[in-house]
């Protein structure tokens, strides 16, 4: 994805090498994490910067070939079914590559995130750090681990309305069970956001 920038605005020539780092949007369903990612890449498309956003092929929620946040704000992407097709995928001058709903890509996503990083690319990812049982997600973790910066973005509980950190998968009106499948797509329909106290997983081992 290439922007189309003013280039009265910014001479190509002119700018910087930007220097690589990992850059993880994190936070429960509904707290803006792909309304965050949207903003950042649009930050770097209005300097001129060549970017390629991602996605998983499984996200088709809203759309299959578009990043789109619950406000809305959508933005063109390549659904991928593996993280390898990330650098089969790649453009030899792209500068910035952003990933939406990182989570759902194989744990090998992490050692592609490394390989653009050598290469002087620019890695932001958005994702679900903990999936509705309250449990470390798919790769999010290592990632965090690895980030030059995490930016935490939160919800509001729909139980008590105070910050919400936690996913609610719900199913017939109830709180899904510790053994109900850990992947399922969903929006409102599915999933709501909860804070720590209001957080329910029916059957959640106990450990004292």
């Not at 996200?59 to 992407?77: C, E, K, P, T, W």
Request: net charge negative.
């Amino acid at each position: 994805m290439y922007p189309n920038t003013n280039k009265s605005e910014v001479k190509m020539s002119e700018l910087q090498k930007l220097h690589p780092e990992l850059i993880v949007v994190a936070g429960c369903m509904f707290a803006g994490k792909s309304d965050e990612l949207i903003r950042r890449i649009r930050r770097y498309m209005s300097v001129g910067r060549c970017v390629q956003v991602f996605k998983p092929a499984l996200d088709n929620r809203y759309s299959s070939v578009d990043v789109v946040a619950h406000n809305g704000l959508s933005l063109n992407a390549i659904p991928i079914e593996r993280a390898d097709e990330i650098l089969h995928d790649l453009h030899a001058d792209t500068e910035v590559v952003a990933i939406d709903e990182v989570q759902f890509l194989n744990h090998n996503i992490v050692d592609i995130c490394e390989e653009l990083l050598t290469r002087d690319i620019v890695v932001l990812a958005a994702g679900l750090p903990l999936d509705f049982r309250g449990e470390g997600f798919g790769c999010m973790p290592m990632l965090m681990a690895k980030a030059e910066a995490i930016i935490q973005v939160n919800a509001y509980c729909t139980v008590c309305g105070l910050t919400a950190c936690r996913t609610q998968r719900i199913v017939n009106g109830k709180p899904a069970s510790w053994n109900d499948p850990i992947l399922l797509v969903g929006a409102q329909e599915a999933y709501e956001a909860r804070c720590r106290k209001h957080h329910e997983v029916p059957g959640k081992p106990r450990f004292l």
